[in-house]
């Protein structure tokens, strides 16, 4: 090595020594200024077309009316990005991701395991994975207790009046009107104060006796980081199943349940508005990796629409 060589090594040497000494604050914001900067939150209406995530086309879909159950798992990822409908992501924050509802959305998530619900905004496209109906941020995995897995049962149900409040508030907004269902008689039960909340720092959500999904008021859209609310309606774990098709004549459906036999597909039929309709279904299954082998195959099989309830 050459003299020049050696002089010069030895400045870059003691440059990185010296910055050694810094301390953590002051070499973080050294490090920060190296990073490109955040993206700008830009909130705006997002539905889209057809999308493939998953080996699984998905159709988003406006609607006021979503109520669905099955299972839920957490979001990846952490901050320094924006979520679909231009939001900054948050892992702390009281949000959520689905395949095909309208963003942003405000709905309630319950845990079927243990009744604890929260409302969220739901403001991601997601999940990416044609086992699970949503993903949450961990702050509402905690609120709501999901289990070690990170994977729990749930009840999705859209908020009519907050749904439309919040889409008419974002540039880029269709007309949403719809009429709002009929108020039916709420209880409420109030939780002790979730982890990391100051007592008094937000107010239950009211819980249907009958199950139904309540409205709050159908004035001002909900503030875009909504506050930590948690409340307890009575657990319905129910029985994991797999839903395949749905159909009008009792044939079809006995076709697929010869294609998924060696599962123990059965066909169950029942009415709705007044047709009559036939189902393959498969289960109950003893627990999710049971499930969400099922649907893999379901899916292997050509059967695009089978998915995981809890019924």
């Not at 079927?112 to 999940?127: A, F, K, S």
């Not at 039916?184 to 009211?206: F, T, Y």
């Amino acid at each position: 090595m050459t003299r020049s060589a050696e002089a010069g090594s030895g400045l870059v040497g003691s440059a990185l020594m010296g910055f050694a000494w810094l301390s953590p604050m002051v070499a973080g914001l050294l490090l920060f200024g190296c990073q490109g900067p955040a993206p700008t939150s830009n909130p705006h209406y997002v539905l889209g077309g057809p999308y493939q995530a998953g080996g699984v086309w998905h159709y988003p879909a406006e609607s006021l009316t979503l109520d669905e159950t099955g299972l839920a798992s957490v979001l990846p990822g952490g901050s320094g990005r924006l979520t679909t409908d231009g939001e900054a992501f948050d892992q702390t924050a009281m949000a959520a991701a689905h395949a095909t509802l309208q963003l942003p959305s405000i709905a309630r998530i319950t845990n079927l395991e243990n009744g604890l619900q929260t409302t969220v905004r739901i403001n991601d496209r997601g999940t990416g994975n044609p086992a699970r109906i949503a993903e949450v941020t961990r702050r509402v995995a905690e609120l709501l207790r999901f289990p070690p897995d990170g994977v729990a049962r749930v009840r999705v149900q859209v908020l009519q009046a907050e749904t439309r409040a919040t889409v008419e508030a974002v540039p880029g907004a269709p007309n949403l009107g719809v009429a709002a269902a009929p108020r039916g008689a709420v209880e409420v039960a109030d939780l002790a104060p979730p982890p990391g909340v100051a007592s008094g720092g937000g107010r239950p959500v009211a819980a249907s006796a009958g199950g139904d999904t309540p409205s709050l008021s159908a004035g001002p859209a909900p503030p875009l980081r909504l506050p930590e609310t948690v409340s307890r309606t009575a657990p319905q774990p129910g029985q994991l199943m797999v839903w395949l098709d749905t159909f009008q004549q009792q044939s079809y459906a006995a076709q697929q349940r010869a294609r998924m036999a060696d599962a123990g597909a059965r066909v169950v039929s029942f009415r709705q508005d007044r047709r009559q309709l036939y189902r393959t279904e498969i289960g109950p299954l003893p627990d999710v990796a049971s499930a969400d082998s099922i649907l893999r195959q379901a899916l292997a099989r050509g059967i695009p629409d089978a998915r995981i309830v809890v019924n």
